[in-house]
């Protein structure tokens, strides 16, 4: 009994991934199986923190040093698309000097995932906003 059960499972979560895939397309889907930078940060240097239009709640933390982004990390309550776009939002910013965070864009992180399902486009504007807002902290810190 127990056997088939998982053999059960494992075909449930193989059919979920397939569709997640196909929805999604490959670098949602990678980025969704393999998450990174999540969880706050301690002693930030700035964060930034946006609720969207939809609800959805995203926090970005930075550490800067010299003026270049060090570290970057986020939390969000939202779905799998806010924690992908939050996380290629981090992904963009770390190693990059921070007049360069305003050229990450809700498009530039559109690009890096080839687009988003229609009613997930705004996760990726969200994202963009939140660390948008975390760089503003960040420069009023004197980061």
Not at 8 to 34: C, H, K, P, S
Request: glycine share 12%; charged share 25%.
């Amino acid at each position: 009994m127990s056997n088939s059960l998982d053999e059960f499972a494992d075909r449930l979560q193989e059919e979920i991934n397939q569709e997640v895939m196909e929805t999604y397309g490959e670098q949602v889907y990678e980025r969704w199986r393999n998450p990174r930078f999540g969880g706050p940060m301690e002693n930030p240097t700035g964060r930034g923190r946006v609720t969207g239009s939809c609800g959805d709640t995203m926090e970005i933390f930075l550490r800067l040093e010299d003026g270049i982004v060090s570290d970057a990390s986020y939390t969000t309550d939202g779905c799998g698309s806010s924690a992908v776009c939050a996380l290629v939002a981090c992904e963009l910013a770390i190693k990059k000097e921070s007049e360069m965070l305003t050229e990450i864009t809700g498009e530039a992180i559109l690009g890096v995932l080839g687009g988003l399902p229609e009613d997930d486009v705004h996760c990726a504007f969200l994202a963009a906003e939140t660390l948008q807002s975390a760089l503003d902290a960040c420069m009023r810190q004197g980061g």
